[in-house]
């Protein structure tokens, strides 16, 4: 299986990072194939906590080469504060690569999510406003500037420029404040002559490693159900996180992927606005919140939490041809006399097939519960199968019954080792 996908099965926040760390032992190259600055993963090693929000999870390995891909829209600024801040803490940066098909980002892209958030009024999406949306925007309307085209500084810088004025006036025709053109000319060619040593054809690069015979991790960030065409639209990102959006946003092929592992918590959290058909608007979902320390690792923004989906779960597996789930967090449900987990919805008393496809559907249908016994002792501790207390057990079973593939591994902590495997002993 010499390539290996990491998708998150639900609407973010999974713990992918910890699950992506983990596996990055096995793998020479980890690579970050859609979204951009406005997603956070987390990784706890020997009690030291490393955010990071564009440099693939798998820098942390000194035998890890991190790859930033095509998919990827970039934010020079904060690509070189993490740069900065990795190497400041005695991890090397000089490994990484950044795809020279990559689309920038500019100071026009975040006053443009800003403007538009803010007309939505009560309907707002509940972007990050980091400019995610607009650059992306910039890159299907064609007009976007890639990472590549720092390469020639000069053109570049008469580019910046063009696309910098260019804004301007669309941004204060919007109400927006002026752009100051010289300046974010001066500061991007800066950062494009900084960022020049790291770009290269990563299609090509990526490729000739299969050809050495090496294995590739490819890490999608946000998740299933934020994803463009198959999340709960218009509460979704604005690119492609499922396990297809890894062949796009790479250019590796379908066939050589070999692996899809679908990463949940053992309960569910989703950020801003949409429908939750699980969620706990009473002291349950505010001990999850305060248990899991469900805020987000780039905004702070207070997550909004509820029940295990196991709907959500298999519609997932249909979606990114799931080969096996790592569940997360399962120590955040110690404690709980009594442990929900949804297992199919009805609306107004019929029962609804599937995933509903539309959003008013799915904010309408009512979750179906089984109850899983809870249990007093902490989790924390455990690293194997046959030390979990039996509503764990039955839980753990509970998910692969209802959802059809496999738990591999399943995260008790925080910290890098706060694991064990489960569907081997099972």
């Not at 801040?85 to 020279?100: D, F, I, K, N, P």
């Not at 934020?226 to 946003?249: E, F, K, R």
């Not at 790479?250 to 699980?278: D, H, M, W």
């Amino acid at each position: 299986m010499p390539v290996t996908v990491v998708v998150g099965a639900q609407w973010g926040d999974e713990g992918k990072a910890k699950i992506i760390d983990l596996l990055s032992k096995e793998h020479s190259h980890v690579v970050r194939y859609q979204g951009g600055h406005n997603a956070g993963h987390t990784v706890v090693v020997g009690g030291e906590r490393y955010a990071l929000q564009l440099i693939p999870s798998g820098v942390l390995y000194d035998h890890v080469v991190p790859v930033i891909a095509n998919g990827v829209v970039v934010d020079l600024p904060t690509l070189f504060d993490e740069i900065d801040a990795l190497e400041t803490r005695g991890h090397s940066c000089e490994r990484l690569v950044v795809s020279s098909r990559a689309h920038l980002i500019f100071p026009w892209h975040q006053a443009h999510d800003a403007i538009a958030e803010a007309m939505r009024g009560d309907d707002k999406i509940g972007t990050t406003l980091k400019g995610i949306g607009p650059a992306y925007a910039d890159k299907a309307r064609r007009v976007g500037l890639r990472v590549g085209d720092v390469v020639d500084e000069s053109t570049f810088a008469v580019n910046v420029r063009a696309r910098a004025e260019a804004e301007d006036g669309e941004l204060r025709a919007k109400g927006g404040e002026r752009l100051d053109v010289d300046a974010i000319v001066d500061r991007f060619v800066e950062l494009g002559r900084r960022v020049a040593p790291y770009v290269a054809d990563t299609v090509s690069f990526l490729h000739e490693a299969l050809e050495r015979g090496e294995h590739l991790l490819l890490e999608g960030a946000q998740a299933t159900f934020l994803d463009l065409d198959h999340g709960t639209y218009p509460y979704v990102t604005s690119s492609n996180p499922i396990a297809g959006g890894a062949s796009v946003g790479t250019g590796i092929g379908p066939r050589e992927i070999g692996r899809v592992v679908g990463i949940t918590k053992a309960y569910t959290t989703r950020v801003g606005s949409g429908p939750f058909p699980t969620e706990l608007l009473d002291d349950d979902g505010d001990r999850l919140v305060d248990v899991g320390k469900e805020f987000g690792t780039v905004t702070g923004r207070r997550r909004r939490a509820g029940w295990l989906d196991c709907v959500m779960l298999r519609h997932a597996v249909r979606l990114n041809s799931l080969s096996e789930l790592a569940l997360t967090k399962l120590d955040v449900l110690d404690g709980f006399d009594e442990i929900e987990v949804c297992t199919s919805y009805e609306l107004e008393g019929v029962p609804v097939r599937g995933y509903p496809d539309r959003v008013d559907v799915l904010a309408r249908v009512t979750p179906v519960y089984e109850t899983v016994a809870g249990w007093s002792g902490p989790l924390g501790d455990v690293r194997a199968p046959d030390a979990l207390p039996d509503g764990a057990r039955h839980l753990l079973d509970l998910v692969q019954r209802e959802v059809g593939v496999d738990v591999g591994v399943v995260g008790v902590g925080a910290d890098r080792d706060d694991y064990f495997h489960w569907s081997a002993a099972t």
